[in-house]
């Protein structure tokens, strides 16, 4: 059994804000220190605002640290549904935002001088039926046509220049994604906005949020484990682990698991036979697996090998089911070591859509769906824009961030066994 640790956090100390007590007023409360809360932090330090971040854990406790590391491009909904869905001109806009974010990624790591291995090595999608290779040549062609950004298919007999594997049905390059060290990201953001001047606050969960103005000007108690905080303005970053503190939004996020193995470094050769071109590689199912080399030529493996958040039990399960995965993919891995397994939670909104916006007053940045590195950054500089400027331009606030069908629920996990279930028919008839 492979030891239940995030390799990523084995090659990086995150920084330990120091033990202050929590202030009494801020110009924003941010809830969440991960790639949302701190790139919003660090913007709004950078103005000048007092800010203060509330994290239940510690900096890049959750998603942010766990992750493949895959600064990628594009929605998780395919183009098509995109546009009929919010029509040519908004879909433009989100798609132009998304390869935003991979900038605005290479930006941060240069301007915070993160050393966190961020190199443009692209990204790959495989196919794992030949009707889902047939839709690449359509998807290049509308991205192409109604978003101006080129991509390549690649055909199954020039596949292995790409991927050391004969399981699919051929790819789709794009070039423009990256990939990094998301646990070394990730302690340089939460450096770089205690730098700017932005307090964190470790261990200090929110517990409540009261509407409550302050020497007559209107603005929100917040109520945590370590004492209550008053602020103008509240920014909520949570993504998967949003909880009770804020049941609106916990009703509108599905939590859902993904975990990762790791592999003993592996030899230089080998390495590069299963992944020639170091690109950041995913297949075209709904029950997913996303691969990649990691620095120091590991092979980090990833699934939705069980629906529930992590668990000691799911963490176990999962490193047997992802392993027999990686072994069908990459055969070469037969008698290779897994070193390495660990878990976290990503947030799904209903239409799989990221959602940037207000509620009750209160603005929040969430529903990243496995696409959050780039996402959750740019995200946090938009909302810190917003709240700082009184106005946005940010195109996920454009659109209708819809609840449960029926309202039927609560934030409550009791049917993500039933979404499991659904998505793995799905891969069987699509
Ligand atoms: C296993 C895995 C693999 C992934 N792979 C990729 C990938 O390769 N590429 C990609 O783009 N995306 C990937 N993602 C998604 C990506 O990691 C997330 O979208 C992103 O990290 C979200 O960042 P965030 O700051 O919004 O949330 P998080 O990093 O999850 O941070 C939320 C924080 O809020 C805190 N919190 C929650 N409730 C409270 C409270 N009441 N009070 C105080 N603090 C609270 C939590 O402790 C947590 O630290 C992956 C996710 C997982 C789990």
Same mark, same amino acid.
């Given at each position: 059994m492979p030891q239940e640790l995030n390799y990523w956090l084995t090659t990086v100390k995150i920084p330990t804000p120091p033990q202050q007590p929590l202030p009494e007023k801020a110009d924003v409360a941010i809830i969440g220190a991960g790639f949302t809360g701190l790139s919003a932090a660090l913007s709004l330090a950078k103005r000048g605002d007092k800010v203060v971040?509330?994290?239940?854990?510690?900096?890049?406790?959750?998603?942010?640290?766990?992750?493949?590391?895959?600064?990628?491009?594009?929605?998780?909904?395919?183009v098509n549904k995109l546009i009929s869905m919010y029509g040519r001109e908004l879909a433009r806009r989100m798609y132009a935002a998304s390869l935003e974010s991979i900038d605005a990624v290479e930006r941060m790591v240069k301007e915070e001088n993160i050393v966190c291995d961020f190199a443009r090595t692209g990204h790959l999608e495989v196919a794992c039926k030949q009707a889902h290779f047939d839709d690449y040549a359509r998807q290049v062609e509308v991205i192409a046509r109604e978003f101006n950004h080129r991509l390549r298919v690649v055909s199954r007999d020039q596949l292995r220049g790409e991927v050391g594997s004969d399981i699919y049905y051929g790819g789709m390059v794009d070039e423009i994604s990256a990939g990094l060290n998301p646990a070394r990201y990730v302690a340089g953001l939460g450096a770089a906005a205690m730098r700017a001047g932005a307090q964190v606050c470790e261990r200090t969960r929110l517990l409540n949020i009261q509407r409550q103005a302050c020497d007559g000007a209107p603005g929100f108690k917040l109520n945590s484990s370590r004492g209550a905080i008053w602020a103008r303005n509240v920014l909520v970053g949570t993504s998967g682990y949003t909880g009770a503190g804020t049941p609106e939004l916990r009703k509108k996020i599905i939590p859902i698991g993904s975990f990762v193995i790791t592999t003993q470094v592996l030899a230089d050769a080998l390495a590069?036979?299963?992944?020639?071109?170091?690109?950041?590689? !995913?297949?075209?199912?709904?029950?997913? !697996?996303?691969?990649?080399?990691t620095p120091d030529n590991r092979m980090l493996f990833g699934g939705r090998a069980a629906f529930f958040p992590e668990t000691d039990q799911t963490i176990r399960k999962s490193a047997e089911i992802l392993r027999r995965g990686m072994i069908e993919v990459f055969p070469q891995l037969l008698h290779t070591k897994v070193e390495y397994v660990w878990g976290g939670t990503l947030d799904f909104c209903f239409d799989i859509m990221p959602h940037a916006g207000q509620l009750d007053g209160i603005y929040f940045a969430v529903g990243y769906a496995g696409h959050g590195v780039a996402m959750a950054t740019y995200q946090g500089q938009k909302m810190a824009e917003w709240i700082a400027e009184g106005k946005t331009n940010n195109p996920f606030t454009e659109i209708r961030f819809p609840g449960a069908p029926w309202g039927l629920y609560n934030g409550k996990r009791w049917f993500l066994p039933f979404a499991g279930a659904y998505y793995k028919v799905l891969d069987w008839v699509s």
């Open positions: 971040v509330l994290e239940s854990e510690t900096i890049g406790w959750g998603a942010s640290s766990r992750n493949g590391g895959m600064v990628l491009t594009g929605l998780k909904l395919g590069r036979e299963l992944s020639p071109r170091n690109r950041q590689i !995913y297949d075209s199912k709904n029950y997913l !697996y996303y691969y990649r080399l």
